[in-house]
């Protein structure tokens, strides 16, 4: 279970193993992306849901240099799966991760005496320690200068300053990885009866568990502090962890206390060290986020704020991506062109018009929105903005049963479900925790983009709503748009009020959060944040769309009638007939047997829908062009043959929208969900609950519209 031993440099070994550890919003991610640029990998650790970052870059004489970024966090001893996988890579006792070899520790200096919290924990491992000193030019502003010279002699570890956004300090902290020398021993401060506890359980762990010294001393203190041992518990260590406890009790020893203030005692001693006022005036960088704040946190203007940038976002999503959306259908259409010409005539030239064009093509023709949706993400994030958000819409959200840090999960459940409900792991109240993996859902994901944006483009009518002079700057469109992202909000918000006082009945839990300074974005990272979750839906879209495509291409094809109509041939398919039977189910929120087909296949991922409509109408229209413009064309022509009517209309659009909205249409969220609550349970509860609600929903939407002339077909 134990790496090679650490040495004082590392100059030409093969490959050196460093772990990027720090609070959240230090600047840990940047640091990652500056360092690692695009050679990163990110998966999970096996049998937990926290996400595992690697990347790999060279140092200036040619050593491989591996680098794990570890879950952000505040203190080693685990209140959470992240905080533990932590402690865990530390310790060097997880089988799927190894030792490092070094660690760099990202501090930042705006909050240098809540940062080195987290420093002496680190150091009480025994890992040669680097420290990436960030935020100094921040803090300069302030009219504080921090002496990095200082700051490394009473660390006793490397300091390197580095403003990872423009690339400065990388060079030297690279230099510094491969002789980074020997931590010194943990200097924070204690009793003789609180270290004789330390001592006699950290020999213990030494002897039975074979853990180095250093690592056993962090490993003592974090199980004297809170019993949540990263080691297989067994009876011995449990009774010797019990009699610790209660010998420092009856000597009227509070060690949790005594061991907190003494890392701040030491934490405080460095920062006055080091720290030094440069300016008596006021603080243009404190009294700037202030006056920002008094609009973006103002009780009721705050709020306004937040629906306009959404409004916003989302508008821009539609509108500015219709032009580079156009460009993909146009290219995807030369494709289908060219292979016209080298394809004979057959089963093989229709599987590639109607297969993979009409069903990969028309998915990857929403590509450019998918791109500006994590865009904006990335840039809200990035700028302190997305943290005021989540302490303002804390006061909805307490009152619905949601704890404040819920809104970051369902925040991250708009580009997709599963990473959103894998963040609820932070939420340390249970039923707090079950109530935001049970909406996350409603929140629109990114694999809903594609079905929004073809029924909002095919069948509401392009009217302006509001704008300045000759200035459009809201289209029905656009607001029909964004008001289904609105409407998933305002349902999970529903939702957790009524789980709330009813299956989980339960205290709103209080909320705490620390509010990082406005900053510029670092371009860089929210570029290679957009690129990398977009090189998901192109991977998905080249794999599990692409085989769904195939497959729905081939039951919309056999058996062959040769003679039959297109429409007939289609509706007398494997695929029809398999239509004809969901139907009726659906027939009364006005979908067909194939939108019906589109819902069900699209229980594998929602943005299937799009492909699944792309190859149905190339079937039945195989000399047609592929792509979103051509495909909403097909889909409004297409008419019912027994009534005569137009199978799609304005009102069966924002039905279907609404639907999708509020299904369950994700497999693999199914999974996360119950893997995340340890059993069936909640995640068939989850599927029944958001089906019945969509089904209720549409039906009252479709008959409502109908009922005031809004169904004309």
């Not at 302006?464 to 918000?493: D, E, N």
């Not at 409509?613 to 889909?635: C, E, F, H, W």
């Given at each position: ?14 490959e ?74 530390l ?10 070899d ?8 705006t ?60 060079v030297?902290?690279?230099?510094r ?16 009866a ?35 041992s ?15 406890r ?26 006055t ?9 006021a ?12 609009l ?18 989302f ?127 409603l ?24 704008g300045?002079?000759p ?12 008001a289904?992202y ?5 349902a ?51 794999t ?15 058996p ?67 792509g ?17 009517q137009?199978?799609f ?34 995640p ?30």
């Amino acid at each position: 279970m134990q790496a090679s031993s650490n040495l004082a440099g590392f100059t030409g070994t093969r490959e050196i193993v460093a772990a990027l550890v720090g609070n959240p919003n230090c600047g840990k991610t940047t640091l990652f992306n500056a360092l690692t640029g695009m050679r990163q990998r990110v998966g999970n650790y096996p049998g937990v849901t926290v996400e595992r970052k690697e990347g790999k870059t060279t140092l200036p004489d040619g050593t491989n240099l591996r680098l794990l970024d570890l879950p952000g966090l505040y203190s080693l001893t685990p209140h959470s799966p992240d905080e533990a996988i932590a402690r865990e890579v530390l310790l060097g006792i997880r089988s799927d991760s190894p030792r490092p070899d070094v660690v760099i520790n990202v501090v930042d200096a705006t909050n240098l005496e809540r940062n080195l919290y987290v420093t002496s924990q680190i150091l009480d491992t025994g890992l040669p320690v680097i420290i990436a000193l960030t935020m100094t030019d921040m803090l300069e502003k302030q009219g504080t200068s921090l002496d990095a010279a200082v700051l490394e002699r009473d660390l006793g570890v490397p300091v390197c300053v580095v403003v990872a956004s423009k690339g400065e300090g990388l060079v030297e902290l690279l230099e510094r990885v491969t002789s980074p020398g020997n931590p010194p021993p943990p200097a924070w401060q204690v009793t003789d009866a609180v270290r004789q506890a330390i001592s006699e359980l950290q020999q213990y762990l030494q002897q039975r568990h074979e853990l180095r010294e250093r690592a056993a001393f962090a490993e003592a203190v974090s199980l004297l502090i809170q019993d949540n041992s990263a080691l297989t518990s067994t009876p011995q260590l449990e009774k010797l962890i019990a009699a610790t406890r209660d010998r420092l009790a009856a000597a009227d020893v509070d060690f949790v206390t005594r061991v907190i203030e003494a890392r701040y005692a030491w934490a405080s001693r460095i920062v006055t060290s080091s720290k030094s006022k440069t300016s008596s005036t006021a603080l243009p960088e404190a009294s700037t986020t202030e006056r920002i704040d008094r609009l973006v946190m103002h009780p009721f203007w705050g709020y306004v704020l937040f629906f306009a940038v959404m409004a916003f976002v989302f508008q821009v999503i539609f509108s500015l991506g219709q032009g580079p959306a156009t460009a993909v259908q146009s290219g995807v259409a030369a494709v289908g062109s060219i292979a016209a010409k080298i394809l004979p005539s057959g089963d093989l030239r229709q599987l590639f018009d109607a297969g993979v064009l009409g069903g990969m093509g028309t998915t990857l023709s929403f590509l450019p929105q998918i791109l500006l949706l994590f865009f904006f993400i990335g840039l809200l994030e990035d700028t302190g903005y997305m943290a005021r958000a989540a302490f303002l819409m804390d006061r909805i959200m307490s009152r619905v049963g949601l704890h404040g840090k819920s809104f970051i999960p369902l925040l991250s459940s708009f580009a997709c479900a599963i990473p959103g409900i894998m963040a609820t792991r932070t939420i340390g109240d249970r039923k707090a925790r079950l109530i935001t993996i049970l909406i996350a859902p409603l929140m629109s994901c990114s694999a809903r983009l594609p079905v929004y944006l073809l029924m909002t483009s095919a069948f509401i009518p392009d009217r302006r709503v509001f704008g300045i002079g000759p200035v459009t700057l809201l289209t029905l469109p656009g607001v029909t748009f964004t008001a289904m992202y609105f409407l998933g909000m305002a349902a999970a918000f529903l939702m957790a009020w009524a789980f709330h006082r009813t299956l989980l009945k339960g205290v709103s839990p209080s909320f705490l959060m620390e509010l990082p300074p406005y900053r510029l974005p670092a371009w860089k990272t929210v570029v290679m944040q957009m690129l990398e979750r977009s090189w998901l839906f192109i991977r998905r879209a080249g794999t599990v769309i692409l085989s769904i495509s195939v497959v729905i291409w081939f039951l919309s094809s056999y058996p062959k009638m040769p003679n039959a109509a297109p429409q007939k041939a289609l509706t007398g398919s494997y695929l029809g007939q398999t239509g004809q039977i969901i139907a009726p189910v659906l027939r009364p929120l006005g979908f067909n047997w194939k939108m019906g087909v589109g819902i069900a296949s699209s229980f594998i991922a929602r943005e299937v829908f799009v492909s699944t409509m792309g190859t149905i109408y190339n079937v039945d229209s195989p000399d047609s062009r592929v792509g979103q413009a051509s495909l909403g064309k097909r889909m409004k022509e297409d008419v019912n043959p027994r009534t005569g009517q137009r199978v799609f209309t304005p009102l069966v659009a924002v039905t279907l929208m609404v639907y999708y909205v509020l299904a369950m249409q994700c497999i693999s969220t199914v999974a996360v969900v119950r893997r995340e609550t340890n059993g069936w349970k909640w995640p068939i509860f989850q599927l029944v609950y958001m089906t019945a609600l969509a089904w209720i929903v549409s039906f009252i939407i479709y008959h409502t519209g109908l009922a005031l002339g809004w169904g004309v077909r």
